[in-house]
């Protein structure tokens, strides 16, 4: 059996590690990067540092407009799907190489699994929420790893071969936190634990605003701890459309450094007081790590973690940023809300007895 697993940002191939290790016991995989975290501190370095497969093939796609970026990948994707027949192509997640991955596989009649299925922010203007809503519709074996998502697709008519599994980020964080501990060490980064605040900002909803980038760096500047932030490039580059270099030399206490290894990031997770940010897969890191986490955002895809009230919404612009990072208090990190990290076993198991069943009919 061959398995075609699409990848192409940092937190794909944060999840391709467990994944490939187990599904490749029972399969041949072949994996494609398209480039889309183009970047070495980005995406690079993490199939080094976890161990991924070379990719058998690398698209090289790099940065373009929605459109232009989500074409080339599905013109290269379809030449690649072509020569090599697979059985399935493996997507994950929500990204422009999620959707990319569905469509060449959907229009070439090719079974199609989604790993990480069932997710909604409801919010459209997200094209996150377009891009999976658009690959759980043409996917032929879903793994949602949340009751919240498996409910989510049984709403929208999609009930056959959905299997909730877990979630693999989580069998990510418990095989990686240890070897993180030993590699890494918090004077790299000139922080001290639980002395720091960890913040990521990347999504345009917040960097296209000058407003809220503000005001998000003014809360910032305002708090008596250091504010570690790996800046992302597209944080940066509007930082220096902005004119805002003036904001973060007058904060001495945040502390800009380039992006960070998974690693790397796992251990500043771990050892921070809190943790602000607007990314999906570091709300649910936080979560892990039993850290505080305020996601800058109206919604979010992991309902879960607010739910229990380990992490919080926050507008920047109509709240109190600094005071609420002061005064939250989690509650409850107890339960297990995304499985028990063995996510990327059963998903292999499961791929394995869908196509034993597969067979089986057209017998």
Request: proline share 4%; aromatic share 6%; net charge negative.
């Amino acid at each position: 059996m061959k398995i075609l697993t699409v990848a192409g940002t940092r937190p794909q191939l944060v999840k391709v590690a467990p994944v490939s290790r187990e599904l490749r016991k029972h399969a041949k995989e072949i994996l494609v990067n398209t480039g889309q975290h183009y970047d070495y501190n980005m995406a690079g370095i993490f199939f080094e540092e976890l161990n991924i497969p070379k990719p058998d093939y690398d698209l090289g796609i790099g940065s373009a407009s929605h459109g232009k970026q989500t074409g080339e990948m599905l013109k290269m994707i379809e030449e690649v799907i072509l020569k090599e027949n697979p059985n399935a192509v493996l997507v994950y997640g929500d990204t422009n190489s999620t959707l990319a991955g569905a469509l060449a596989a959907s229009k070439l009649h090719i079974p199609l699994i989604h790993i990480e299925a069932g997710l909604r922010s409801f919010n459209k203007n997200m094209p996150e929420e377009i891009n999976r809503i658009l690959t759980d519709h043409v996917s032929s074996l879903l793994f949602p790893p949340t009751e919240t998502a498996a409910e989510n697709l049984k709403q929208e008519n999609i009930t056959e071969n959905v299997v909730k599994i877990g979630d693999v980020m989580y069998d990510a964080v418990l095989y990686n936190t240890a070897i993180a501990e030993e590699k890494y060490h918090l004077e790299e980064f000139g922080v001290r634990e639980k002395e720091y605040i960890l913040a990521t900002i990347h999504r345009a909803e917040n960097t296209d605003s000058k407003d809220k980038l503000t005001a998000i760096f003014q809360a910032f500047a305002k708090l008596d701890e250091k504010v570690l932030l790996p800046l992302h490039p597209r944080t940066k580059h509007k930082l220096q459309e902005y004119g805002m270099g003036n904001l973060l030399d007058g904060a001495a206490n945040i502390r800009v450094i380039e992006p960070v290894s998974y690693l790397e990031m796992l251990l500043l997770e771990k050892k921070a007081k809190a943790i602000v940010t607007d990314s999906g897969g570091v709300q649910k890191e936080a979560y892990f790590a039993k850290v505080p986490c305020l996601t800058l955002r109206p919604e979010t895809e992991w309902v879960e973690t607010v739910d229990v009230g380990c992490n919080r919404l926050v507008d920047p612009l109509e709240e109190d940023l600094a005071a609420i990072i002061q005064e939250f208090q989690p509650a409850d990190y107890s339960k297990q809300l995304y499985g028990d990290g063995k996510a990327s076993e059963k998903i292999s198991r499961e791929i394995i007895k869908f196509f034993e069943k597969e067979a089986a009919c057209v017998l």
